[in-house]
């Protein structure tokens, strides 16, 4: 299982930046996908880091968030800038074998 931490209220044009642990060392084997899921709307790809370290961002990121990965921590990261408030959604973060979390919200305000 993966725990998400990090969200909260920001304003328009602010910053979070995102944790999401595993419980498991099988850490560093998989890539880590973010995802996000809005009100009323489908659950969408954020952000891939391979477990190389390549990455790869759904194309409304723009250059905005960064993701990350710490293997010797167990640990992933979405750094988030230039917030919008479109932006507002529950993350989630995910490996090929764990289950949805319960993902951590993040509220935009304009």
């Known amino acids: 299982q993966m725990v998400e931490s990090g969200g909260g209220l920001v304003q328009a044009g602010g910053s979070l930046r995102l944790s999401c642990v595993a419980s498991?060392?099988?850490?560093?084997?998989?890539?880590i996908d973010w995802y996000r899921q809005a009100p009323g709307k489908q659950r969408e790809l954020v952000a891939t880091?391979?477990?190389?370290?390549?990455?790869i961002y759904g194309d409304f990121v723009q250059g905005r968030f960064t993701i990350s990965r710490d293997n010797a921590k167990n640990t992933a990261y979405l750094q988030m800038n230039s917030l919008k408030p479109e932006d507002t959604a529950v993350y989630y973060c995910?490996?090929?074998?764990?289950?949805w979390g319960p993902g951590t919200r993040v509220t935009v305000s304009s």
């Open positions: 880091i391979a477990a190389g370290g390549d990455t």
């Open positions: 498991r060392s099988f850490f560093s084997l998989y890539r």
């Open positions: 995910k490996a090929p074998v764990t289950d």
